[in-house]
């Protein structure tokens, strides 16, 4: 056993967190989930060590005990071990420019419940945006309390740039929404729950990477995100590289051009003036206001024809991303590309030129023979409120000695079923 508080609390983190990293598709874990013995094995701990600090877990109510696999041969079998769903929950929250989101996450990965509200939210009020946003949070997580489900924490995903330097819980600016200088402390007081705060592009990003297999190249990536604006996160070795101020990834505001229109940041020649979303619609042919399904069905019906300005148009945005792209992909020395957002809906029509257009500029692809990977995101529409949950959750992961008492309050151990929703989930509704 542990010699120590401190050397507990890190094994304890450890094994936790073996045991849910096998739960990253909602909860479907029984086909890959460990047993004690496979825990030693990826920890580096005793099988004695293991096999004590699952117990605590398991009295916790954190984790459960599967039914052995078949065909495990003689001897007694092996119980895989899984994160116990219900138990206890993080909500991701944001403010999207056309949506506030909440979605509650447990340890198996599960979304426990959810609500979205569909609006226009550009020069929206902030006060009343971010009211309504509590409101929703503070219902989800009642709701869940009458379920024995414990909210421990929230994760707050903005479109802009976000710090919490100095104690600072705050929204410096989105161009976007039109909000600057926010101080979220007051919203965080009337949530009743401890808040984290990051740009929406990096909280997706770290979705991404939760799912990202085991090759090198795989793990290493460019999330890049559009919807008004352009998003990026950063992700080395499967993990979020945020820089010093938490704002690495602002690719929508490199340069292009520096004699270009005026970017809503206040620069010019911004990327996010010429492959944000207006620009695409534009390039297409269609109205601002178009959306990427409409875009992407234009673009294709003009390749599939005879081209056109539509078509020439499009290249004039792929030619803008793989001009702002490969210079961050240099520097990086990263070869993979994951769209998200409006980008991942156009993936049809834009992976393929991208990536033909970035491996002409990367020096990995042009004298290393490294492959350069254009591809959609795995982790589905609004990641970024996933990304926000699971930055609440990584903490349990890393110390789960805290929460033990917590999992085990009257009511924790009759929980929402695996994948199971709560009755909140609904469909577009207007903010």
């Known amino acids: ?37 496979q ?9 004695t060590t293991v096999s004590q600090l699952a117990d605590e877990l398991l009295a916790a109510g954190l984790v459960r005990e599967l039914a052995p696999a078949p065909g ?15 138990r206890l929950a993080a909500l991701g929250l944001e403010v999207n420019v056309e949506y506030l989101g909440v979605r509650a996450v447990d340890l198996s990965g599960a979304v426990a419940a959810e609500r979205l509200e569909r609006g226009d939210l550009r020069g929206s ?22 379920l024995g489900t414990p909210v421990i924490g929230a994760g707050l995903a903005l479109p802009g740039l976000t710090t919490t330097a100095g104690g600072q819980l705050a929204l410096l600016n989105a161009p976007n929404l039109g909000w600057r200088g926010l101080d979220l402390r007051p919203f965080q007081e009337g949530l009743g729950r401890p808040l984290k705060l990051d740009n929406e592009a990096n909280l997706a990003a770290a979705a991404e990477a939760r799912l990202a297999g085991p090759s090198a190249a795989e793990r290493s990536f460019v999330y890049l995100s559009a919807e008004v604006g352009i998003g990026a996160g950063l992700v ?13 990834g602002e690719v929508g505001h490199v340069t292009v051009d520096p004699s270009g229109p005026v970017c809503t940041c206040g620069a010019r020649g911004c990327l996010e003036v010429y492959a944000g979303r207006r620009a695409i619609a534009r390039a297409a042919g269609l109205p601002e206001s178009a959306g990427p399904r409409a875009v992407a069905a234009a673009i294709a019906a003009a390749r599939s024809g005879a081209g056109g300005p ?12 793989a001009a702002g792209l490969s210079s961050v992909l240099n520097l990086l020395d990263v070869t993979q590309v994951v769209l998200g957002g409006d980008y991942a809906v156009l993936a049809p029509v834009l992976a393929e030129p991208l990536r033909s257009a970035l491996a002409d500029r990367l020096l990995a692809a042009r004298w290393g023979g490294a492959e350069v990977t254009v591809r959609p995101a795995r982790a589905g529409a609004s990641a970024a409120l996933d990304g926000a949950a699971w930055s609440v959750l990584d903490r349990v992961l890393a110390n789960p000695a805290p929460h033990l008492r917590v999992a085990r309050s009257p009511g924790a151990a009759t929980g929402p079923a695996p994948g ?5 989930a609904t469909g577009p509704q207007t903010a």
């Open 72 to 86: 495990g041969g003689s001897g007694r079998p092996a119980l895989p071990l899984a994160p116990a769903p219900g």
């Open 1 to 37: 056993m542990a010699s120590s508080p401190e050397l507990r609390e890190r094994n304890l983190g450890l094994v936790l967190t073996a045991i849910c990293q096998t739960s990253r598709s909602g909860g479907q874990a029984q086909a890959a989930a460990p047993s004690r013995s």
């Open 125 to 146: 009020d902030p006060a009343r945006v971010l009211a309504r946003l509590g409101r929703l949070g503070r219902d989800v997580i009642a709701r869940l309390a009458r």
């Open 39 to 47: 825990i030693a094995r990826l920890t580096g701990l005793h099988k």
């Open 310 to 321: 539509a078509a020439a148009g499009f290249d004039g945005v792929v030619a803008a991303l």
């Open 420 to 424: 199971s929703a709560t009755g909140l």
């Open 236 to 248: 080395s070795d499967a993990a979020l590289t945020a820089g010093l101020h938490g704002w690495a």
